[in-house]
């Protein structure tokens, strides 16, 4: 029986046992003047001008990863010579990794630090890839099950790749949809940065875990899973492999999170059969996001452990320098319903005004 949901309380304080870090879900705060939100205005670009529906002329000339329509996507084509780069340019594509045009990190030799007064410097050394799909319209929410087991696929091929770099030792792995989002073009796509450093929101989670995991013997996210799953609350959808659900520390409004059943730190790891049943995941909460909130913008990542602690052998990836077995893999999809003020700003905790069992309720209740 569906549990009454009382969103009543002005407001809560909620604490998220991984990061430590306090949110404030504050319901009364959606009812102030100019908080309901406009309807999105999304960029949309014309086929004819889309520099992703066109890459020969954008100067696209390397392909890291090409999925090509001839094999109904079953396998991978990588770059080989200069002459695989018509099969690129005819199309005969449905997904391609290319190098970004614009790379905030570019390849090179040189990862030395050094220091400048108090500060560390790095060059800004590492690999930025942008994934396509061919669909120039349907984003992964709208997209036939197939292909976005194709886009899962192409996520866990690239990571498997670039964790081999050397001096890489974090791969950030997103996707924005919509100009509030910080996309740039209306054709999907998403992002892969490889980098040499591990970034700060990583670094918390390791050390909340690793702190959960040496207090009490077992995973943060595990025991959140299982108390999700008791709670039912929260909970939006579920398969043999993955568990979608509203945290309870929700940052945002809407906040979804995709958990692996079975604990696993490494996403590079995801066997064939997990592949499937994640994709079925994503596709269901993008695609009731969708309808729930009318095609809002978001911003869907990865979180994993780093790579910097992973070397192959005997062609098997195996922990070398670091254990992060204290670790969870998960994806945390969130929709941009409004931005940060003085508040969030000055004091970095952020205030969400919808509840996040009104939302997983919501989202449950959205037929697709």
Not at 35 to 52: D, G, I, W, Y
Not at 182 to 194: E, F, K, N, T, V
Not at 336 to 347: D, N, V, Y
Not at 351 to 357: K, N
Request: hydrophobic share 35%.
């Amino acid at each position: 029986m569906q549990k009454n949901i009382n969103i009543c309380e002005v407001s809560e304080l909620r604490k998220d046992p991984v990061s430590k870090e306090w949110v404030l879900i504050a319901t009364a705060r959606s009812k102030r003047p100019g908080a309901q939100k406009e309807k999105t205005k999304h960029l949309t670009q014309p086929r004819k001008t889309c520099p992703f529906c066109h890459l020969e002329q954008s100067g696209t000339r390397t392909f890291s990863l090409l999925y090509p329509l001839s094999s109904n996507s079953q396998y991978a084509k990588k770059l080989k010579k200069d002459g695989d780069v018509q099969m690129m340019q005819n199309k005969k594509w449905s997904l391609i990794v290319v190098p970004n045009k614009f790379p905030a990190v570019i390849p090179g030799k040189n990862f030395n630090k050094s220091r400048k007064g108090l500060y560390d410097i790095y060059p800004g050394r590492g690999h930025h890839e942008v994934l396509i799909t061919a669909s120039h319209d349907l984003d992964i929410g709208r997209m036939p099950l197939k292909e976005v087991e194709e886009v899962m696929r192409a996520y866990r091929d690239r990571f498997v790749d670039l964790s081999e770099k050397k001096h890489i030792k974090y791969i950030s792995l997103f996707h924005n949809h919509g100009q509030e989002a910080g996309a740039s073009l209306s054709h999907p796509h998403s992002q892969i940065l490889a980098i040499p450093v591990i970034p700060r929101d990583i670094n918390n989670s390791l050390h909340g875990s690793k702190k959960y995991f040496l207090k009490n013997g077992r995973c943060v996210h595990c025991d959140m899973i299982k108390w999700e799953k008791k709670e039912k609350e929260r909970i939006v959808f579920e398969n043999n492999d993955f568990v979608v659900l509203c945290p309870f520390s929700s940052s945002v409004a809407f906040e979804i999170r995709i958990y692996p059943k079975k604990h696993g730190s490494y996403f590079e790891e995801i066997t064939s059969k997990q592949i499937k049943n994640l994709a079925e995941c994503f596709k269901l909460a993008l695609n009731k996001m969708y309808k729930a909130l009318d095609n809002p913008p978001f911003n869907y990542f990865l979180h994993t452990a780093p790579c910097d602690g992973i070397v192959k052998k005997a062609g098997k990836f195996i922990r070398a320098k670091k254990n992060y077995n204290h670790y969870h893999w998960h994806f945390e999809i969130h929709p941009k319903l409004s931005i940060w003020a003085g508040f969030e700003l000055s004091t970095g905790m952020e205030i969400s005004t919808v509840p996040p069992e009104y939302a997983a309720d919501t989202l449950r209740r959205t037929r697709i």
